[in-house]
């Protein structure tokens, strides 16, 4: 009988506590109302299909407002057509790890593209994917745009493989296969890339910073940089083998420095008519000819322009006294 009433006890306590933190039963008056969050709270980017992004004869998708959009799958281009055309400003497009590829015959077809027209699309951002098999350009955007993390290949021997125009920033994309891996313009910023076996440029810059980034097995030039391009830091491999160069430079005012070049024909060439330009702290070894050329051999063709520190290769010091003896010029 004690152990009976122990356990009523037990089961009256227990009761008597979940009374006492209980709700009530009765609900509040009226209809029930929704607790939860909305499908656009949850994801409030637009998703790019044929209902939201409708395209045209020409391109599988059309963006015509400003707004964050995303890849639900791999884009596969029907052919004779191109993938994503941008017609707005402020427009992000995450790819969120998809493919855009194209397969079809030669075209000038091209993956995600900003407007050409008279009024930029600026401030645009295309990232986080993989585009691939484009006769035209894999990215071109407009004026202070972005591309980040963007792997672009196979786009044919006449295109771009990503080209951002002024203010824009490239960061953390690979491109190989292309015609010129990566174009910037004036204060846009490439950085920590990789561009490799392109037919003629791993980059090419006007007035840009190439800075941190790798160029490879490119036929003619590394890194082409003109009119006040800053390139530092970079690492150059077997580029322009044949008759090229690592670095290229044209016009006036850039800077090329702190570079690791090994491999292919020559280090750094000096174009024709370049002025006040400066060469420095760069690491040059294993080139087939001069380690720095400056072209054209004329008196007077290259003013101003400052070549210094040069590191050849330790089997091969220099064996001359002056300074200048490991540059044609």
Not at 34 to 39: E, F, I, S, V
Request: glycine share 12%; with cysteine; charged share 15%.
């Amino acid at each position: 009988m004690k152990t009976i009433t122990l356990v009523r006890t037990s089961a009256l306590l227990a009761l008597a506590a979940g009374a006492a933190f209980a709700g009530p039963l009765d609900p509040p008056a009226g209809p029930v109302a929704p607790t939860g969050k909305t499908l656009a709270e949850v994801e409030p980017r637009i998703a790019i299909n044929s209902i939201n992004t409708p395209g045209d004869s020409s391109w599988m998708h059309r963006i015509t407002q400003p707004g964050s959009y995303y890849l639900t799958g791999n884009l596969v281009v029907s052919p004779n057509k191109s993938g994503i055309f941008i017609d707005a400003e402020n427009v992000t497009i995450d790819l969120n790890g998809f493919e855009i590829s194209y397969s079809g015959p030669d075209s000038d077809s091209s993956g995600i593209e900003a407007s050409d027209d008279e009024i930029p699309e600026r401030g645009c951002t295309v990232k986080n994917g993989a585009i691939r098999g484009f006769h035209g350009s894999g990215v071109s955007l407009d004026d202070s745009s972005t591309v980040e993390n963007v792997r672009v290949r196979g786009n044919g021997s006449s295109s771009y493989g990503i080209l951002v125009s002024s203010h824009g920033r490239v960061s953390g994309c690979s491109v190989t296969g292309a015609n010129i891996g990566i174009a910037a313009s004036y204060a846009a910023i490439v950085e920590n890339c990789t561009s490799a076996e392109n037919s003629q440029s791993g980059y090419s810059v006007v007035g840009a910073v190439v800075r941190g980034c790798t160029a490879m097995n490119n036929a003619s030039y590394g890194i082409y940089a003109q009119a006040g391009a800053v390139v530092e830091g970079n690492r150059l491999y077997n580029n322009g083998v044949a008759s090229g160069s690592a670095i290229a430079i044209a016009g006036e005012g850039s800077v090329v420095r702190d570079n690791d070049i090994r491999g292919g024909w020559v280090g750094v060439r000096l174009n024709t008519g370049a002025a006040d330009n400066l060469v420095a702290a760069n690491r040059i070894r294993g080139t087939g000819s001069w380690p720095i050329v400056m072209s054209g051999q004329a008196q007077n063709t290259f003013p101003n322009n400052h070549v210094a520190q040069i590191i050849t290769n330790p089997a091969s010091p220099f064996t001359a006294t002056n300074p200048f003896a490991n540059i044609e010029y």
